[in-house]
């Protein structure tokens, strides 16, 4: 199946620092990309649509000159999480839908700590 | 507002024997859904999935059977190896084929004994 890898896998950043996170899929071009957001025993809830060559759609509640997502190609999107919290502390996953399919592809998620 | 819901956080069943997570939806609009299977500390796996003109999919040892009337689906794992120990979230998406956003149950933690 299709690869979507994500860097870092985990990271630790002191309050207040920005942290940026690579999505990326490896052996398919995504026009479209998403953001998750998992905290500890609980559902993955999209935070983000991430659109090749156009603004990013947030859900309702994410803040989004918080989380700045840049879609700079159609194999790599980025979320950047600014003034991080420690509240922001989660494991963030982007997926990927291959053309022509409603099946998605996750990348193996990021780790975020922030102290 | 949980518009998709696994109600059971955690099953345990013997190796050799079926596996059933359940999972319930409240949007009448979802009309294609999705089976993923989590392991700590990486990405969902797609399993399997299922539209809703269909009633039932089965791929090798995974079935998904749709009951829309209920808003109702489930997974059938059989028969269950310990390798299909993991966290199973089902999903589902309200705007038919293409690049969909998902919407996901809480998880259901699936323990195989030997």
């Known amino acids: 199946g299709a690869v979507v890898s994500q860097h870092p896998s985990w990271v630790i950043c002191k309050s207040g620092t920005s942290v940026k996170i690579e999505c990326r899929s490896l052996d398919f071009q995504a026009t479209t990309m998403f953001w998750y957001r998992q905290f500890p025993k609980q559902s993955l809830m999209l935070m983000a649509t991430s659109n090749e060559g156009s603004k990013a759609t947030y859900e309702q509640g994410v803040e989004k000159d918080k989380f700045l997502i840049n879609h700079a190609s159609l194999t790599l999107s980025t979320l950047t999480v600014t003034s991080a919290h420690p509240e922001d502390s989660s494991f963030y996953i982007c997926?990927?839908?291959?053309?022509?399919?409603?099946?998605?592809?996750f990348g193996p998620g990021t780790r975020l700590t922030v102290t | 507002d949980q518009q998709v819901k696994q109600n059971s956080p955690s099953l345990s069943v013997q190796e050799g024997r079926i596996s059933i997570l359940n999972c319930d939806y409240t949007?009448?609009?979802?009309?294609?859904f999705l089976w993923y299977k989590k392991y700590p500390a990486e990405g969902p796996t797609f399993l399997i999935s299922?539209?809703?003109?269909?009633d039932k999919n089965e791929d090798g040892r995974f079935t998904v059977f749709l009951n829309k009337s209920a808003k109702h689906l489930s997974l059938h794992i059989v028969p269950s190896q310990p390798g299909d120990s993991a966290v199973y979230f089902c999903a589902a998406s309200a705007e038919g084929q293409g690049a969909q956003k998902l919407v996901f149950g809480q998880g259901t933690r699936l323990t195989i004994n030997p």
């Open positions: 949007n009448s609009m979802f009309d294609y």
């Open positions: 299922i539209s809703s003109i269909k």
């Open positions: 997926s990927a839908p291959t053309s022509g399919t409603s099946e998605q592809y």
